[in-house]
Nanobody
Framework: QVQLVESGGGLVQAGGSLRLSCAAS????????MGWFRQAPGKEREFVTG????????KYADSVKGRFTISRDNAKNTVWLQMNSLKPEDTGVYYC???????????????WGQGTQVTVSS
């Protein structure tokens, strides 16, 4: 069992940056693949980025490549999402998720946080 708590969301102007954190509690965090998803009002939850247990070969949605960076520290049971050059279309609730196995770009993750709101104004 893993509990996930996101933080770091807020309101930012277009072109700005935010850093989201996801703190995990429970056993075996270091063995889980971690992902970030987002959901805009009226839209389905979509994959943003994912990182394997080792931190190697992260995956990114095309819409965020070159602007977002995922990282993790297994000793701190934390995964981060650094978001730069933010755009209004990045607005949504951002969710942290964990799963056993390889990075999945679907919502087939085993554990989810409660989400943190990110709003980018134009």
């Amino acid at each position: 069992q893993v509990q996930l708590v996101e933080s770091g969301g807020g309101l930012v102007q277009a072109g700005g940056s935010l850093r989201l954190s996801c703190a995990a509690s429970g056993r075996s965090f270091s063995t889980y693949t971690m992902g970030w998803f987002r959901q805009a009002p009226g839209k389905e939850r979509e994959f943003v980025t994912g990182i394997s247990w080792s931190g190697s070969s992260p995956k990114y949605a095309d819409s965020v490549k070159g602007r977002f960076t995922i990282s993790r520290d297994n000793a701190k049971n934390t995964v981060w999402l650094q978001m730069n050059s933010l755009k209004p279309e990045d607005t949504g609730v951002y969710y942290c998720a964990a799963r056993n196995g390889v990075i999945a770009t679907t919502t087939r993750y085993d554990y989810w946080g409660q989400g943190t709101q990110v709003t980018v104004s134009s």
